[in-house]
């Protein structure tokens, strides 16, 4: 089993820039893939950006391109999300994810940690 704790969610205005973290525990790997998602009101979970533990390659989706960084401390066992330019439409629960595979173009995630709000006003 693997355990996700996620932090760092909250209230910012248009433009500004939240950071998220999320701390890996139990039976991690080096070798599998963490990342984000988010589930905005109304809306079905979306894929927010994945870091493969090994090899360093990241994967973001289109709408977040440019604005939102992932990265990881192996020390830590951490994943972060650094998201800049926000805007309302990024307003969403965020949920870190583990264990990731890529199925013909979409995410899945197989460990899920517990989500954090991100409200971005206008």
């Known amino acids: 089993q693997v355990q996700l704790v996620a932090s760092g969610g909250g209230l910012v205005q248009a433009g500004g820039s939240l950071r998220l973290s999320c701390a890996a525990s139990g039976r991690t790997s080096q070798n599998f893939a963490m990342g984000w998602f988010r589930q905005a009101p109304g809306k079905e979970r979306e894929f927010v950006a994945a870091f493969a533990w090994s090899g360093g390659t990241t994967d973001y989706a289109d709408s977040v391109k440019g604005r939102f960084t992932i990265s990881k401390d192996n020390a830590k066992n951490t994943v972060y999300l650094q998201m800049t330019s926000l805007k309302p439409e990024d307003t969403a629960v965020y949920y870190c994810?583990?264990?990731?595979?890529?199925?013909?173009?979409?995410?899945?995630?197989?460990?899920w940690g517990q989500g954090t709000q991100v409200t971005v006003s206008s």
């Open positions: 994810a583990a264990e990731l595979r890529k199925v013909s173009g979409t995410y899945y995630a197989h460990y």
